[in-house]
T-cell receptor
Framework: GQQLNQSPQSMFIQEGEDVSMNCTSS?????WLWYKQEPGEGPVLLIA???AGELTSNGRLTAQFGITRKDSFLNISASIPSDVGIYFC?????????????WGAGTKLIIKP | DAGITQSPRHKVTETGTPVTLRCHQT?????MYWYRQDPGHGLRLIHY???????DKGEVSDGYSVSRSKTEDFLLTLESATSSQTSVYFC??????????FGPGTRLTVL
């Protein structure tokens, strides 16, 4: 089936550092979504991207839809403790007249004490 | 926040027993989804619905069935629960087939 490669799998960072994560695939996507999940809760939508090259911000978060439409990037600037959680990318593609949402395995963000 | 509730939030059951999980939405969204989440696998789609009585299989549908008799309710049934179905189950809804909004999850343990 379709696959999304999300990296890194986990990150240990110091408070105040910038964070970067990405998702790549061999498939072309129509839409990219970025979610955050905190322990014991469902994923929450952070940013949605709809066209190649699009750059969208949500506070300290910035995401980009790759120009090839096969990848997307999420950056978090000046990380704070509440950024801890698991970040998921999801890409939507049209296949056999049906839209499919393909999920990355997640990037776990951990703040060093 | 999207109005999505899941019940029960936690359940412990024994192998071989039937289990039904409920997802209820107040957003009148057309599409509803059931996912399971396991360490190392991320979110995997079990079944989805594109309207009342209209459902289809996802990538991990074996051992699960669904029903949608009303727009607001989507039920997931494990006919005979197995230990491999121990997982966290999430319901999601979508009105535009793009952004999906998730419920709080149900933690199911099959002993």
């Amino acid at each position: 089936g379709q696959q999304l490669n999300q990296s890194p799998q986990s990150m240990f960072i110091q408070e105040g550092e910038d964070v970067s994560m990405n998702c790549t695939s061999s498939s072309i996507f129509n839409t990219w979504l970025w979610y955050k999940q905190e322990p014991g809760e469902g994923p929450v939508l952070l940013i949605a991207l709809y066209k190649a090259g699009e750059l969208t911000s949500n506070g300290r978060l910035t995401a980009q839809f790759g120009i090839t439409r096969k990848d997307s990037f999420l950056n978090i600037s000046a990380s704070i403790p509440s950024d801890v959680g698991i970040y998921f990318c999801a890409g939507q593609l049209l296949r056999d007249s049906n839209y499919q949402l393909i999920w990355g395995a997640g990037t776990k963000l951990i703040i060093k004490p | 926040d999207a109005g999505i509730t899941q019940s029960p939030r936690h359940k412990v059951t024994e192998t071989g027993t039937p289990v039904t999980l409920r997802c209820h939405q107040t957003e009148n969204h057309r599409y509803m989804y059931w996912y399971r989440q396991d360490p190392g696998h991320g979110l995997r789609l079990i079944h989805y619905s594109y309207g009342v009585k209209d459902t289809d299989k996802g990538e991990v549908s074996d051992g699960y069935s669904v029903s949608r008799s009303k727009t607001e309710d989507f039920l997931l049934t494990l006919e005979s629960a197995t230990s491999s179905q121990t997982s966290v189950y999430f319901c999601a809804i979508s009105g535009a087939r793009v952004e999906q909004f998730f419920g709080p999850g149900t933690r199911l343990t099959v002993l």
